[in-house]
């Protein structure tokens, strides 16, 4: 399983929140139950879990209790609800039948947050990540389908409030774009 530690270069260019994140993880006592919530996936974008999405903070063991800590999305986003359950059935499957999810507002969770491989499996299900999607150009936001940077916005608002509307007027598909915050 990926533990997000790869090279100390790529984690000089990380926020500090993302490197403290990953290292927990790597530094944690409990890394089947960091592994078991790596089959909770953002119900909305089910190619990414929790882990790769930036928001699985910390899960710790304590007194036969886990306790697993999560920072929201954006707030208000619906899917925070689900995401809460799941890991609460992954762990009951993994056999722990007692978990607590805690839910931590600061820092506010970052599309920055969102890991590189993420970052690919968004664009491979048809949505542009929040970062740069163009590959050798300059441009900000390119097409997932067919990756021209002749785009245009649509909407603010896509299919969720999180992405906005775009279309390509290439191959004349829509597509949604994650809003980067
Ligand atoms: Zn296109």
């Given at each position: 399983?990926?533990?997000?530690?790869?090279?100390?270069?790529?984690?000089?260019?990380?926020?500090?929140?993302?490197?403290?994140?990953?290292?927990?993880?790597?530094?944690?006592?409990?890394?089947?139950?960091?592994?078991?919530?790596?089959?909770?996936?953002d119900?909305?974008?089910?190619?990414?879990s929790i882990w790769?999405l930036g928001v699985l903070q910390?899960?710790?063991?304590?007194?036969?209790?886990?306790?697993?800590?999560i920072t929201p999305t954006?707030?208000?986003?619906?899917?925070m609800?689900?995401m809460?359950?799941?890991?609460?059935?992954?762990?009951?499957?993994?056999?722990?039948?007692?978990?607590?999810?805690?839910?931590?507002?600061?820092?506010?969770w970052?599309?920055?947050w969102?890991?590189?491989?993420?970052?690919?499996?968004?664009?491979?299900?048809?949505?542009?990540?929040?970062?740069?999607?163009?590959?050798?150009?300059?441009?900000?936001?390119?097409?997932?389908?067919?990756?021209?940077?002749?785009?245009?916005?649509?909407?603010?608002?896509?299919?969720?409030?999180?992405?906005?509307?775009?279309?390509?007027?290439?191959?004349?598909?829509?597509?949604?774009?994650?809003?980067?915050?």
């Open positions: 399983m990926n533990t997000g530690v790869r090279s100390t270069d790529r984690i000089a260019l990380l926020p500090v929140e993302e490197h403290q994140r990953r290292q927990r993880r790597a530094d944690s006592t409990c890394p089947q139950l960091w592994d078991a919530l790596d089959s909770v996936k119900p909305e974008i089910p190619v990414i790769e910390d899960v710790e063991l304590r007194e036969g209790a886990v306790i697993v800590t954006y707030s208000g986003c619906p899917a609800g689900v809460a359950e799941d890991v609460v059935i992954a762990l009951r499957e993994a056999g722990y039948s007692n978990t607590e999810v805690v839910t931590r507002l600061a820092p506010a970052s599309t920055s969102i890991m590189d491989e993420a970052q690919e499996a968004l664009r491979e299900y048809g949505i542009a990540p929040p970062g740069r999607s163009c590959a050798g150009e300059h441009a900000e936001i390119c097409c997932p389908q067919c990756g021209s940077s002749n785009v245009h916005s649509v909407s603010e608002f896509g299919s969720t409030a999180c992405k906005a509307l775009y279309k390509c007027d290439d191959c004349s598909e829509p597509f949604d774009r994650f809003k980067p915050i």
